[in-house]
Structure formats: C-alpha cells, structure tokens
Nanobody, 118 residues
C-alpha cells in the first residue's frame, strides 16, 4: 500500500519561512521521484519542485532561489524549505510520488495548507 503524508504547513508572515515534510511509504520511496505541487483557490495545480532518486533537483521559476527541496532516504521523507515567502505563495501544497514498476505510477498526498499574511 502506498501512502504519502504532508506536514509543516501553517500561517506565516510575508518574508518568513516554513519547512514542509512529505513522508512516503518505504516500499516505494527509494524508486520514486518526488514532486511538490501547489494549488491556490480558483487556480490550477502547479508544479513547484522535484527531486529525483539520485538527488537531482528542478524548480519552477517562481521559486528559484527561495525554495529548496531535499530528501532523507533514511527517513523516507522529502522536505521543502520555503524562505522569503510572499502572499502569492498561499496555497495547499501537495507531494507526489512518481515511479515506474511494471508501468508508470503516480500517488498524491492529502496536502498541507500554507497561508502567508501581510
């Protein structure tokens, strides 16, 4: 069974920081690329950051230099450190596990809310 659980969201003032966590089922973590997406009310879900199984990373242009994605293989977890948060970073943040075992698979967590206030 596959399970992803996000945590670490909350209310933060503009310019502040938050660190999101995504714990992934041990049975798929080592073979999964992990993505963070976000969705603001009324908007489509959008890509934020990605970390591959070997640690390679990719970011959306709007978070470059502010957000850092990392993974801890011993804890089956991926983190998203978000610095210098802005009002338009307010959204529900979701992690996604993407892997290929007998075919392509994608699994989502339930999301964690990030609210940035002025």
């Amino acid at each position: 069974q596959v399970h992803l659980a996000e945590s670490g969201g909350g209310l933060v003032q503009a310019g502040g920081s938050l660190k999101l966590s995504c714990e992934v089922s041990a049975n798929i973590f080592s073979v999964s690329n992990i993505n963070w997406y976000r969705q603001a009310p009324g908007n489509a879900r959008e890509f934020v950051a990605r970390i591959g199984t070997g640690g390679s990373t990719r970011y959306a242009d709007f978070v470059k230099g502010r957000f850092t994605i990392s993974r801890d293989n011993a804890k089956n977890s991926v983190y998203l450190l978000m610095n210098n948060l802005a009002l338009d970073d307010t959204a529900a943040y979701y992690c996604q596990a993407e892997y290929f075992l007998g075919g392509p698979h994608k699994h989502w967590g339930q999301g964690t809310q990030v609210t940035v206030s002025s």
